[in-house]
């Protein structure tokens, strides 16, 4: 499978302009992003029902097909497609057939003959999800659920839905994501959101050894001082160090990390007042933000995780509901 080109084409809306498959932030409008994030709050107080679904996908069937070890994510999709009355299975890639030497092609073709509607795809290569995108019937959605150091565009939604519920609007917002950018398929996409919505100035505050050669060209503000790069800040979004992605000695140890880019409840006086503390999880406590932070007053972490399954029952809804208007359309010039 090729490792995706930064100009590989993604064509995931159909000719309506509709979510089609869900595969990156990039090439999507302010209005489409928003399309989600208003979506996705209509479906929020479904959770505190007594019966939590909707008939939104009844009949149809959601594969998760997970390459990568996963808890939030894979759980909130199945949760999300459940609540929307979708069959849902969940594929053990180790114990699969794969692990004797089926393609991935051929996993795929099997099932779609058994009549799967959507992949919900979780890969450790950058562009596995576009390269099945690519494979599958035009009766099969794809949504990304992670792939590589490319993109992670759900997480991104659910963060710029939890960010929208505490400040109400991007327009004169700084955020600022500190950590591991380099390894982070998150803060690829969240950057990405944060510019097409409109945020004032997004920062990333890390070590050289942890950002990209070419970071500037995403749109950032780039601080090595951590003191320096909170000041005045709306939104501090902490990232875990993606330790199983590095090669070499990018840190000098865990402490020495924590001691200059942890967030500690000092550091965090050097935003603003109401400035929110959020983080993707897992959490390393002790390592780039203190248990004090993490559970505190300001911290929405938990919040988050709640909004991953509204979040991703839109994205889940709002592709099926592409595939059907696009399919009905070849029927009718049929």
Do not use: W
Request: proline letters at 4%.
């Amino acid at each position: 499978m090729p490792e995706l080109d930064e100009h590989t084409p993604v064509l995931q809306l159909n000719r309506f302009d509709q979510l089609r498959h869900f595969l990156t932030i990039d090439g999507l409008s302010c209005q489409h992003l928003t399309d989600i994030l208003d979506t996705a709050d209509t479906f929020i107080e479904v959770g505190s029902r007594s019966i939590k679904k909707v008939p939104l996908l009844r009949g149809k069937t959601v594969a998760n097909l997970f390459f990568e070890a996963s808890t939030r994510t894979r759980t909130t999709f199945e949760l999300a497609a459940k609540r929307l009355s979708a069959d849902v299975l969940n594929i053990n890639i180790s114990t699969s057939a794969t692990s004797k030497g089926e393609s991935l092609s051929d996993m795929l073709q099997n099932l779609e003959a058994m009549a799967v509607d959507m992949f919900v795809v979780r890969h450790a290569q950058s562009g596995a999800p576009h390269f099945i995108a690519e494979s599958v019937t035009p009766r099969v959605s794809v949504i990304n659920a992670g792939d590589g150091r490319h993109a992670h565009p759900t997480q991104a939604m659910l963060d710029m839905l939890t960010i929208r519920q505490h400040k109400g609007q991007f327009n004169g917002l700084t955020v600022a994501i500190v950590g591991d950018i380099l390894h982070s398929r998150v803060a690829r996409s969240q950057i990405r959101a944060l510019n097409v919505l409109g945020a004032r100035e997004v920062r990333v505050i890390a070590p050289d050894t942890l950002l990209p050669v070419d970071v500037e060209s995403f749109g950032v503000k780039v601080f090595n001082d951590m003191s320096q790069g909170l000041e005045g800040v709306d939104v501090v979004i902490m990232l875990r160090l993606q330790k199983e992605r590095m090669e070499g000695a990018l840190l000098p140890s865990e402490s020495e990390f924590f001691r200059l880019y942890g967030l500690s409840e000092k550091k965090l006086k050097l935003a603003k007042p109401d400035a929110i503390v959020m983080h993707p999880g897992p959490i390393n406590r002790g390592v780039e933000i203190d248990s004090a932070v993490a559970d505190g007053p300001q911290s929405v972490i938990l919040n988050e995780v709640t909004n991953g399954i509204a979040v991703r029952m839109a994205v889940l809804s709002m592709a099926m509901s592409g595939q059907i208007a696009e399919l009905a359309a070849d029927e009718e010039v049929i």
